[in-house]
């Protein structure tokens, strides 16, 4: 083990204030989960991955359940759907249901072992790395990848940029 000792308070309280911030990421853990958190919820306006592709857009089968679970005041008297149920149909972006529930249920936690971000929704595992009607019957169809948990490039540099300026911040 080598040893060096350094005969300076500056030093000193610089290396101990590093020792510290190094010892407790927390901070700038909560700091990166707030901004991945945001950045992960904005994939549902853009329905984009964290990798910049677009989802898949719905399929047929999607908009069928929508337009059976229209009310009467979408449709004309001749059965077609109006105009208002028409944009309520096309408007439909993937992933994102009645209730939103997907694009609202997602979190992060910071413990011991460090960030973790995600969704308690039963159904997020599928949409994240999407499924097959034969390995999963109750499907209406296969289900693409739409993934929306994890971290794009803009997302890598503002980790970067977290991480630098709290080392910085702690060390004076």
Known sequence: MIEVKIDSTQVTAALDRLS???????????????????????????????????????????????????????????????????????????????????SQQISYSVDADGLHLGSPMEYAAMQQFGGTKSKFPHLWGDIPARPFLGVSDSDEAMIVDTVSDYLKNAIG
Do not use: C, H, M, Q
């Open 20 to 102: 510290r911030a190094s010892a407790n990421p927390r901070p700038a853990l909560l700091a990166i989960g707030e901004s991945l958190l945001e950045s992960t919820k904005k994939r549902f306006e853009t329905s984009t991955g964290p990798d910049g592709v677009r989802w898949a857009p719905n399929s047929a089968a999607t908009y069928l359940g929508i337009v059976r679970g229209l009310g009467k005041s979408n449709f004309r008297k001749s059965g077609r759907l109006n105009k208002r149920g028409a944009e309520r149909v096309s408007g439909k972006k993937p992933l994102i249901g009645a209730s939103r529930s997907l």
